[in-house]
């Protein structure tokens, strides 16, 4: 089964709601924070445009 970008939305949404309760409870926090990918170059297209 070939897996697209898109199909990750409603996992997205889960993951979300989950971690904006723990924020409103003051459980977590956000922390603005950039991420590196050394081998950027070595992902696919969906891979790329999940990182997005």
Excluded: C, T
């Excluded at 996992?11 to 950027?40: C, H, T, W």
């Amino acid at each position: 089964v070939e897996k697209r970008a898109g199909d990750w939305d409603p996992v997205q949404g889960e993951v979300n709601k989950v971690v904006n309760k723990y924020i409103d409870q003051g459980v977590a926090e956000r922390v603005p924070s950039m991420l590196f990918v050394d081998k950027v170059h070595m992902l696919d297209i969906e891979g790329f445009n999940s990182l997005h």
